[in-house]
Structures are given as C-alpha cells and as structure tokens.
C-alpha cells in the first residue's frame, strides 16, 4: 500500500511540475458497462467451465483405473501389471496434455481471449486515446488494478533523448 502511494505522490508530482493535464479512468467499471464484453466474458467463462469439467472426468478416470489396478495388483502377471500401468500413465499423459493444450501459455482458451476480448479492449484503448487528443489531456491513468499509465501523448516520451545522452542513438 505504501509503494503504491508512493508511487501515485511520485507520478502527481512529475505531471505538477511539468504542468501536464492528467486524467484517472477505470478501465474494469468501462469494460464492465460494454455489453459485447461481459457477453465475450460468459462465453470464455462457459468454455472454460467446460473444458475443466472434461479434464476432471478424465482424470477421475485415471484414478478409477489406478484404484482397479491396486485392487487387482496382486493378481496380476507381471506383463499384466506392465500393461495397465502404461495404460493409467498413458491416459493421465493424455489429460494432462489437453489441459495444458487448452488452459496453458497460448492455448485455446488464450486464443480465444484474443480474439473475443482483444478487440474490445482495442476500442476502449482507442476511445480514451481520442478522449485525451479531444480533451488535451497528457496522461491518462488507469485505477483498475492499482494506478497504471493508461495512455502517454507521445511528445512526452523522452527516451531518445536519454539514448542521445547515453551516445546511442545519435
């Protein structure tokens, strides 16, 4: 909590000095008012609850097979025994592969977030940036989840500028 106030005093104390213009938006309270987000939200809810409720019966299956397997372990050959632990390894394999297919960094479900939130986010990012352009606005900030630059004019970038002081960039 300290940082983060820290941070806010540190951010209003650049822009007081600079005399920019600055506004704070909430991006969750905009998102959350846009019908076609919270509609593409319940659709990655829905399929997300779906594909986990696959991945549990599948691996409920698993330990049904492993339960069996010890139940009847001692009755069985050793080739017997081989085999069905290759099957349990194989189907767990097989579950675990689809969870990290569908849940894991850029699988399906990331795909599908791309593609049903990410424009909408792109408007939203595109309103506030004409918003700031309108209104004269400097910097924009964003309170959802902890005060993030939301949007920056860029003639405010001063990143050549260190570059050229650093004799890169010359």
């Given at each position: 909590m300290k940082k983060i106030v820290l941070s806010i005093a540190l951010i209003l104390s650049v822009i007081a000095a600079n005399a920019q213009r600055y506004c704070i938006i909430d991006s969750k309270?905009?998102?959350?008012?846009?019908?076609?987000?919270?509609?593409?939200?319940?659709?990655?809810?829905?399929?997300?609850?779906?594909?986990?409720?696959?991945?549990?019966?599948?691996?409920q299956e698993v330990d049904r097979m492993y339960k069996a397997y010890q139940a009847e372990r001692a009755m069985l050959s050793d080739d017997m025994r081989k085999k069905r632990e290759d099957e349990i390894v194989l189907k767990e394999k097989s579950a675990k592969d689809l969870q990290k297919q569908r849940f894991g960094y850029e699988g399906e479900l990331f795909k599908e977030r791309q593609k049903l939130v990410k424009p909408i986010q792109d408007r939203?990012?595109?309103?506030?940036?004409?918003?700031?352009?309108?209104?004269?606005?400097?910097?924009?900030?964003?309170?959802?989840?902890?005060?993030?630059?939301?949007?920056?004019?860029?003639?405010?970038?001063?990143?050549?500028?260190v570059l050229k002081l650093l004799g890169i960039n010359k």
């Open positions: 309270y905009i998102l959350d008012k846009v019908v076609d987000y919270k509609d593409a939200q319940t659709r990655l809810d829905k399929l997300s609850k779906d594909w986990q409720t696959d991945i549990d019966n599948r691996m939203v990012y595109n309103a506030v940036q004409k918003m700031a352009q309108t209104k004269g606005f400097d910097l924009v900030l964003d309170k959802a989840g902890g005060v993030t630059m939301f949007y920056a004019d860029p003639k405010l970038d001063k990143s050549e500028d």
